[in-house]
């Protein structure tokens, strides 16, 4: 989610400023059909949660999980969590559970090490951000029964395959200039449709795409 993230954003069409933009038809699917509002969820908890004067709820079996409401602003930069006139801290090792059951969590991001959910001690590339989690899961199927199918590579964290460290670059300018044409070159002489002229810039464009077009 990256250091901002607004409650209010929930269910509504990403555009190309967000992170979760993934071209036109690219959707946050963290909504319920039918809106719940903080009030309700209070209503449906009863006893199982604490109430409390700010305006959140906490769970009284996981005190880490708060409740909060659903126009609940969320900032890594100003370490809060904030809703109409009230703001509380925003803390690491803590869930934010917004009423549509989208949790919000501040996790670290950056590690070339795999350390624990309670660890503290930050590493030399390590940042802090906001990191949402949808309520229903995504199922994925896919037929690879046979030995050497892939099972096991889908279910892989991404992240153990990153690695973070810093970047040199000897002139800037040029080489945002030289990667500057390589967008507006014109590929149609090479294209299929000789009226594309700049599939770099095509929304639809697969990370294949691009490394067959550039591989000489």
């Known amino acids: 989610l990256g250091d901002e993230f607004d409650a209010t954003t929930l269910g509504k069409p990403a555009t190309k400023d967000t992170v979760a933009f993934r071209g036109g038809t690219h959707q946050y699917l963290t909504q319920t059909e039918a809106p719940r509002t903080f009030k309700q969820v209070l209503d449906l908890l009863g006893d199982n949660v ?30 809060t969590v904030s809703w109409k006139d009230t703001s509380i801290n925003l803390k690491p090792r803590v869930t934010y559970m917004l009423p549509s059951g989208y949790k919000v969590e501040m996790v670290k991001k950056g590690s070339n090490t795999i350390q624990s959910k309670k660890s503290s001690q930050s590493g030399q590339y390590e940042r802090w951000r906001l990191k949402g989690t949808v309520a229903e899961g995504a199922n994925l199927h896919k037929p690879a029964t046979v030995s050497g199918g892939g099972k096991s590579e889908i279910s892989k964290r991404l992240m153990d395959m990153i690695k973070y460290g810093p970047v040199f670059c000897n002139n800037v300018e040029e080489d945002f200039d030289a990667l500057q044409e390589i967008f507006t070159k014109d590929y149609s002489s090479i294209m299929a ?10 929304a639809g464009i697969k990370l294949a795409d691009v490394k067959t077009l550039l591989d000489p």
Request: proline share 5%; no cysteine.
């Open 50 to 79: 604490e109430k409390m004067a700010e305006g959140y709820a906490v769970d009284k079996t996981y005190s880490d999980l708060l409740y909060v409401p659903e126009d609940a602003k969320f900032s890594i930069k100003a370490q």
């Open 193 to 202: 449709d000789k009226a594309i002229k700049h599939p770099l810039e095509e």
